[in-house]
């Protein structure tokens, strides 16, 4: 079965992705981190992120079975990977990957933006993890705070709003919600709540599937 979990910054989907895949032996792929680790290299060679010629070499240069997390997590990464991401011909070079990755045999789950709409639109089950703004930015907060670092609410809600702009608003592959989709609002939801409603979706698709008698 391939599952894909689509959403916006800090809704949870990366991790429901995460706890959906173990609980079904799944493979998982966070596409997030393929942009991530395309604007580490333009980071780390000094180059300005919109600099899309560089951006596209790097993006045709990684290998998605050994991308290098070290760095790629925090929140400055995950803005300058926002702005790569909006290159058409960065998220031309990622493609094919990801669509192997999400084709493989027995299936996989893979979370990001474009997911349920441009690289697995055939999925067998689309989720569309939200939340409103208020609530993702709360959660970041925090998270922050627990890691001890010094963080002010206003400053990552507009971080927010900033990201889920861009990312709706670019022409390539904004993130939108794909028609069949399911819609999971979290803003008043736990994980293990989250995570639950998920695996009843996951079943009542496998029991259609499965011929009668
Ligand atoms: O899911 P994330 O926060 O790790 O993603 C970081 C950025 O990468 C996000 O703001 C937009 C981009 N992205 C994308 O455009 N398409 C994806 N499938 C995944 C991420």
Redesign the pocket.
Known sequence: MIIAI?GP?ASG??TLAKKLAAHFSLPLL???????ATARALLSAGAPLNDAAHATRAAQSLDIAKIDEHDLRGAAM??A??VV??IPSV?AALIDAQRRFANQPGGAVL?????GTV?APHANLKIFVTASPEVRADRRYKEALGRGEEVEYDVILADIRK?DE??SGRSA?P?KIAEDAVLLDTSAMSIEDVLAAAIRLVEAKSAAAKPPG
């Open positions: 689509d910054a989907k990366g966070d596409t997030g981190l393929l942009y991530r995950g803005e990977a926002s991401a909006a998220r979370d990001g933006r474009d997911i690289i990201r861009r990312d592959a993130l």
